[in-house]
């Protein structure tokens, strides 16, 4: 079965050089093993095993990423 | 560390470094020690062991000091939810997956393929016939599936099962697509199944499979069917040869530090609000760059796992304790550093120096590149 992503949204980055990237990484939430909140910065890089099965999940068209706020 | 090994076994086993596990004795949990309630996706408690519960019940994971002699923990898996017609695609297991890198000597796609042996301490309320499944990803997938019997209700039994590359008079793995990549990927994932339903239990016994389902044997049990089961796993062993030497401890360092290359959490303190760890520049009114080394070289790039309200500290020259809640990061692995990119409150000042730090004395973050 799949892991399930809560509030999964791309994250908007203001770079440096002054340009926007409105896909600079993904989020998430989850709670850990005391049933607090956890935000989960996922970055834009295979081998990263959320970023992995996400995007194959996207790419499935079983799984929708919100666009950054 | 001493480790006594009978002469009988000297003149074919490995010495030094032999267990290919991580964690085997389960003392290392740095994500929590209480009973924790298992997903479908799946949950670390316990460090590099992942509990996965995809049925209509419920368990929950847990460090445990109920052990065999010589060891101080177990990992400890009890059934909360009981399902006692487990569906046709559904299971529960516990899984480690060993890296890639890490097994190249194993000679997997070559006719020089090793035999591997797996040895473990398990314990259960629930006797009967047991699967542990080895899966081998790159290249082509093999499956090969052992069964092995919990003999006696609630009491520790040492299990070994040996792996043959030709088990079940097969060469998948001593062709060439049973080679193993030498990278920081999925080299073999192994599996202690609890239940199987019928879409993964068509595995046959003690021999390798091209069958993406084969997980386990119809003779497994549905230990998920009762509510006083549980299901205890400690002193796991996974080393190269035809018999299991004895379990081979590491100091508990050494143990954390293996560890923190998947998964490693900095804070919080406890006692009051301190600094984290990052630190670096603020370049934009909410943007900050901030580099960071973390404590061992991280598998690869790793999630940020934020846990409270992670602040920037320090991004304004009011001459006080300035403090901007992190609204997003990111991070980027580089050469034993990490780049953070935060962008956080408005108003900071460029050209300060910010820090990042807990808004809380319970704020933490973690990196995860668990496999």
Redesign the interface.
């Known amino acids: 079965?799949?892991?399930?992503y809560t509030d999964l949204k791309y994250?908007?980055?203001?770079?440096?050089d002054g340009t926007t990237n409105d896909k600079?990484?993904i989020?998430f939430t989850k709670k850990?093993?005391?049933n607090?909140?956890?935000?989960?910065?996922?970055?834009?890089?295979e081998?990263?095993?959320?970023y992995d099965d996400i995007m194959k999940r996207v790419e499935e068209g079983t799984l929708t990423i919100e666009a950054a706020e | 560390m001493t480790t006594k090994i009978p002469a009988e076994l000297v003149s074919e086993q490995v010495f030094g470094r032999r267990n290919l596990i991580i964690n085997g004795a389960m003392r290392v949990a740095q994500?929590?020690?209480?009973a924790?309630a298992l997903?479908?996706?799946?949950l670390f408690?316990l460090d590099r062991f992942k509990g996965?519960e995809?049925t209509n019940g419920a368990a929950t994971v847990e460090q445990s000091t109920d052990t065999p002699a010589g060891f101080a923990k177990s990992l400890k898996l009890a059934v909360t939810t009981a399902d006692t017609d487990m569906g046709g695609g559904q299971y529960s297991q516990i899984k480690y997956v060993v890296e890639a890198q890490d097994l190249q000597r194993l000679n997997y796609g070559t006719s020089d393929a090793e035999t591997i042996t797996l040895s473990f301490w398990v314990k259960s309320s629930k006797t009967g016939t047991y699967c542990i499944s080895i899966v081998k990803h790159d290249s082509t997938a093999y499956f090969y599936v052992k069964e092995y019997t919990i003999s006696s209700a609630n009491t520790w039994e040492k299990k070994t099962i040996t792996i043959t590359p030709t088990a079940g008079s097969t060469t998948f793995i001593t062709n060439s697509a049973g080679a193993i990549a030498d990278d920081?990927?999925d080299g073999l994932q192994l599996g202690w199944f609890l239940s199987a339903g019928t879409t993964y239990n068509g595995a046959t016994d003690d021999a390798w499979s091209s069958n993406s389902n084969h997980y386990a044997t119809s003779n497994q049990v549905n230990w998920m069917d009762n509510t006083s089961n549980d299901f205890y796993l400690t002193g796991v062993q996974l080393e190269v040869g035809d018999n299991a030497t004895p379990f081979e401890h590491l100091t508990f360092g050494e143990e954390l530090t293996l560890c923190q290359r998947y998964y490693q959490k900095y804070g919080p303190y406890g006692t009051n609000v301190y600094p984290l760890g990052p630190s670096g520049y603020c370049?934009?009114g909410?943007?900050h760059?901030l580099g960071h080394n973390p404590i061992v070289s991280l598998r690869?790039?790793?999630?940020?796992?934020?846990?409270?309200t992670l602040q920037i500290r320090g991004a304004q020259n009011d001459g006080g304790n300035d403090a901007r809640d992190v609204a997003?990061?990111?991070?980027?692995?580089g050469n034993n550093s990490i780049l953070w990119?935060v962008?956080a409150a408005a108003g900071a000042t460029i050209g300060t120096t910010p820090i990042v730090g807990g808004g809380t004395n319970t704020t933490f973050f973690a990196y995860?590149?668990?496999?």
């Open positions: 079965m799949s892991e399930i994250v908007r980055q203001l770079l440096p600079a990484g989020r850990n093993s005391d607090e909140d956890v935000v989960v910065f996922v970055p834009m890089a081998g990263n095993r959320h | 994500r929590g020690t209480s924790t997903t479908s996706g799946g408690l996965i995809s920081n990927g370049y934009a909410t943007a760059a690869a790039n790793p999630d940020l796992e934020i846990t409270g997003s990061a990111t991070v980027t692995l990119n962008n995860d590149s668990e496999l």
